[in-house]
């Protein structure tokens, strides 16, 4: 882990006292390794957020069961309408903000989406890590594009399921935020100096990026 971002775990504890979710939206996290800081991560969803948290620890042992985890109808359809999915490797830096809750998937912009030809399909929705989504738009999508028929394409070989269900949100029209929008939401390979949340910057911004974003 990334010395900055380590610095700020061990700077951040939560107070928890006034912890009391309502069932009307969930955080949802799939870990089933010994991931360090996976506690620190999942108390500071709930102190940002005030959302109830379920952590599914066992049955997805590869990123393929990842993958095929989210893009089945029977994770879906028992779930709220307003879900937030989180990573290990992602946290928030202020408090949850309604105004994204409007729309159907929004999750931190990708870069490569805005640097090669014909990714511009993907640059609307984005990054899976830590992204807020409806679930009636998720099921829709589903149902319409079968993911053993259209997950895999040529641009998507691995089967990533926030590109799947990015590319087809697209295709049926739905209400997805601008690029202004998603920076506001969170923060990944494309610098943006004051985010809501981050996920794995360690991986692609400069120490002088993450020293801003998390001071």
């Not at 949340?197 to 993450?210: C, G, N, Y």
Request: glycine share 4%.
């Amino acid at each position: 882990m990334h010395k900055l971002i380590e610095d700020y775990i061990n700077n951040h504890q939560y107070d928890l006292s006034n912890y009391n979710p309502s069932n009307d939206k969930l955080a949802i996290i799939i870990e089933t390794r010994p991931t360090p800081y996976l506690e620190w991560v999942i108390s500071n969803i709930k102190y940002h957020t005030n959302f109830p948290i379920k952590h599914i620890s066992e049955g997805v042992n590869s990123f393929e069961d990842y993958n095929k985890l989210l893009t089945s109808f029977d994770f879906w359809k028992d779930l709220p309408e307003n879900v937030l999915i989180f990573q290990s490797d992602s946290f928030m830096l202020k408090d949850w903000n309604p105004k994204f809750e409007r729309y159907d998937f929004i999750g931190a912009p990708w870069k490569w989406a805005y640097e090669y030809k014909n990714c511009h399909p993907y640059q609307l929705g984005a990054n899976g890590g830590f992204s807020f989504r409806k679930t009636t738009a998720m099921k829709r999508i589903i149902l319409k594009y079968p993911p053993e028929e259209f997950r895999v394409k040529k641009i998507n070989p691995r089967g990533n399921e926030d590109m799947y269900f990015t590319l087809h949100l697209n295709r049926l029209r739905n209400t997805l935020p601008n690029l202004n929008i998603q920076k506001q939401f969170g923060c990944e390979s494309i610098y943006y100096n004051d985010p809501m949340s981050v996920h794995a910057i360690d991986k692609w911004l400069s120490d002088e990026e993450i020293k801003t974003i998390l001071n």
